[in-house]
């Protein structure tokens, strides 16, 4: 038997066929496919670790509708609290992020500025009108100012700049520059943050940092058979020893009973 809800549901859902959800047209540089990976990795592999405990969403290139009558703003990164992938995400009113069927907007949306064409600071005005409490403008060549962050939060409809992003405390998260090498590329990349600073890792880094674990305690147990080791042959060589001593007495004629 149809469910009912489910059937109003599908009667008054808006149609979405206008609406373009993919058009396969995304050209990134090296740093840039890395970074839009670099911030869904470390978020799915370590966030729910360092404390977050609902459900979340991290996408990379997907498109955020807020109107019916609008076709998406695409952010490099957006993430979403309290919402997840629909089951049903291959029917094109699940396939990119549509306000009106995921119930909100999402919490944090980033652009990362590659030139002077991608029109970031025009796109906040759209995330604005689409409710999103917190707008993030990675700039790492300076193509827009002369900081490389900026992060935003929505007041009274308008974008204020955040003064301190490392922990934004509505979210459960921080972002901070970190100097390393991520997949091979050594460059200075936008990372989260728990609120002691430490960034949060990505799956290949716990693995590391699990496999390194590992090594050091079979280090560890390498020691400990090697100190037993020494100490069986220690007493081995007492006991012969004694046994020497002994047998030296009897010869001497000594009583050792």
Partial sequence: M???????????????SHLITEDDEPVDNWFQERQQRLLPDSLYASWAKAGQNEPFLVAADVGLFHKISEQAVV????????????????????????IWELGKAPDIVIEVVSNRKGKEDEKLDKYALAGVPYAVIF?????????PLRVYIL????????????WLAEVGVGLKLWKGTYEGLSATWLRWCGQDGKVLPTGLELAEKEAERADQQAKRAEKEAERADQAQAKAEQERE?????????????????
């Fill in 2 to 16: 149809a469910d009912p809800a489910q059937s109003l549901e599908e009667t008054y859902r808006p149609d979405v």
């Fill in 75 to 98: 952010p490099d990164v957006m993430v979403s609290l309290g919402v997840q992938v629909p089951e049903d995400w291959w029917e094109q009113h699940n396939r990119s992020y549509m």
């Fill in 139 to 147: 700039d790492p060549l300076l193509y827009l100012g002369k900081r």
């Fill in 155 to 166: 007041h009274g409809g308008r974008y204020v700049e955040v003064a301190d992003p490392s």
């Fill in 241 to 257: 020893r004694a046994e020497r001593l002994l047998a030296r007495l009897r010869e001497l004629g000594e009583d050792i009973s």
